[in-house]
């Protein structure tokens, strides 16, 4: 079985054909659950990056 990524914080919410399932990070993926490969343990993509936060500096900049 396919088990969630251990770096993945918050839940996957998934679904079977009968129920909803909330999945955390190392939890083994249920049989008959469809997990994106993304989320799983040797998935196919790295981690993505944090986005940088702030805008354009104003230091420096003469008007």
Request: hydrophobic share 40%; charged share 30%.
């Given at each position: 079985?396919?088990?969630i990524r251990s770096?993945?914080?918050g839940v996957v919410l998934a679904r079977d054909s009968t129920s909803?399932?909330?999945l955390r990070a190392g939890d083994e993926v249920?049989?008959?659950v469809t997990v994106d490969p993304d989320l799983l343990e040797g998935g196919e993509t790295e981690a993505?990056?944090?986005a940088k936060r702030g805008?354009?500096?104003a230091a420096?900049?003469?008007d």
């Open positions: 079985m396919s088990k770096d993945v914080a909803v399932v909330w249920p049989a008959g993505v990056k944090p805008g354009r500096r420096g900049k003469s």
